[in-house]
Structure formats: structure tokens, C-alpha cells
């Protein structure tokens, strides 16, 4: 018989670590996408661009997420990766790489760029008003999501899913504290040490141990020699009639245990 609460199964047990293994990778992958596709965006004030053309493939392929943080124009190298308005002061924007800098008479400093994957380079050169930043990082194939929502609403979907993720990340770290604590207060199964073997009476044909056999006058062996029998007390040659004398209490309370637990 067993106390307290009963364990799980094994199987339930395996269904519960994979619950939570799922769980634990599902908050990491969310966590790492609202890092990379969120908080740092905001925290280091860059923008956000899709790619949508072939000319920096195959490293940057269409649908790849770039995020561009303002860079100051003397603080561009050669081989640096910006983003720069096609023409100035119009919304239309073109990540390539710059493959050369120049210094006009005025000191301004102008950047020949060219896509990876085009045999020539871009044309006009890149002025210092149009540079809107250098690259910081990019993920591949998000863009696609990212450009699906539209720039308007991508900001506002994005701090919800920051919240989204930071609170089902809170959820997940109370459920686990919460699981652990009720862990350790369970009590711990008991198992019921084995009762004891019932105690069987001899029956009234199981002879009674005597301290002496008078076999010079019965021939009988001790285990064969009936308690009972009263000539075995009133033997004049031996001392059994000293032992009945004063063991005699000795056999009555034998002979009344063994009737009273008879069923």
C-alpha cells in the first residue's frame, strides 16, 4: 500500500520534457527574433529596408531583411555596404557597395558604389546628402514578412509583438518557478514496509515442547510426547512431577492460546 501522491508515467514524464523542451525553444526563437527584428532596430536608431532586386546576390537575395544604421559620410570606407536615395531627396532608396571615395574641391566627399552582383558600377556618383546609412546587419528571408505589412504598419505591429514575446516569455518563467515550487512541495511516496507474515497456531495435534521425555518408560521421542497426557506428570522415578509442580502454569497457558486464537 502506498501514501501520498502517486508518480507519473514514464510516458507522461517524456510527453511533460518534450512539452517543455518545445516551450523553452519556442521562447528562445521569439526572444532572438524580437532582438534582431525589434529592440535593436530601436535601441540603435536604425531603418529598416527589404531587398527586392538581384544586384547584391547571392549574399543578399531578394526578401532579405536589412537594417541600416545612420553612419556619418567620414566614417564610410571603401567596401562598406550603404543605403542611399536614388535621387536626392526622394523616397526611393538602393543598397550597394562603395568601391571607391573621392574628395571634390568644396571637401565633400563623394562614393562610387556598384551592386555584387552587376558587371558595372552605378553611374552617378553617391553624394553625402543622399547616404541614409551603413548596413548593420541583415536576415535572410524575413523581408518578405516585413514588406508584406507595410512600412505604416510595421512599426505598430512591431511593438506589439515586442510585448507579445516579453510576455509570453514572463509566462513561461512563472509557470516554470511555479512547477518546481509544487515539485519540492510534494511529499515523497512511501511505500508500506511488508506486513508481516500472520502468525499461524500450531493445532491441538502439535505435541508441546516438554523439558524431559522419560523415554526409559515411553520409548518416545521429545517432539512425539503429548503434553497432555497426565501420566507423564505422575511418574514416580523421574522429576517430572517437580517440573509440573512448578512449571505446571507453563502448559495451561500454552493449551489456552492455542484455543484461543483456533478458527
Not at 13 to 24: D, H, N, P, Q
Not at 168 to 193: D, H, M, T
Request: hydrophobic share 40%.
Amino acid at each position: 500500500m502506498s501514501t501520498g501522491h502517486s508518480t507519473a508515467s514514464p510516458a507522461v514524464r517524456a510527453l511533460k520534457l518534450a512539452g517543455t523542451a518545445v516551450s523553452l525553444v519556442a521562447m528562445c526563437v521569439a526572444s532572438l527574433a524580437a532582438l534582431v527584428l525589434i529592440i535593436a532596430p530601436l535601441v540603435t536608431g536604425s531603418q529598416t529596408y527589404t531587398v527586392l532586386t538581384s544586384s547584391m546576390a547571392p549574399k543578399y537575395a531578394p526578401g532579405t531583411f536589412l537594417v541600416v544604421q545612420p553612419t556619418p559620410a567620414d566614417a564610410l570606407r571603401t567596401g562598406d555596404i550603404i543605403t542611399f536615395q536614388i535621387e536626392s531627396g526622394k523616397p526611393a532608396v538602393i543598397t550597394h557597395r562603395i568601391t571607391g571615395i573621392s574628395t571634390g574641391q568644396n571637401g565633400e566627399r563623394t562614393f562610387t558604389t556598384k551592386g555584387d552582383n552587376n558587371s558595372l558600377a552605378d553611374a552617378a556618383p553617391v553624394q553625402e546628402a543622399q547616404i541614409r546609412g551603413k548596413l548593420l546587419y541583415a536576415v535572410p528571408y524575413v523581408g518578405f514578412v516585413a514588406n508584406s505589412l507595410g512600412n505604416s504598419e510595421r512599426g505598430e505591429i512591431g511593438q506589439w509583438a515586442a510585448v507579445g514575446l516579453l510576455g509570453y516569455g514572463v509566462v513561461l518563467l512563472v509557470r516554470g518557478a511555479l512547477q518546481n515550487k509544487r515539485r519540492r512541495n510534494e511529499p515523497a511516496v512511501l511505500e508500506s514496509p511488508e506486513s508481516p507474515e500472520p502468525f499461524e497456531p500450531a493445532s491441538e495435534s502439535d505435541p508441546l515442547p516438554v523439558p524431559h521425555s522419560p523415554r526409559h518408560r515411553f520409548g518416545a521421542a521429545d517432539d512425539q510426547i503429548d503434553a497432555h497426557d497426565i501420566v507423564l506428570f505422575d511418574c514416580d522415578d523421574c522429576e517430572h512431577g517437580d517440573y509440573h509442580r512448578n512449571h505446571g502454569d507453563y502448559y495451561a497457558s500454552a493449551e489456552m492460546g492455542r484455543r484461543s486464537v483456533r478458527v
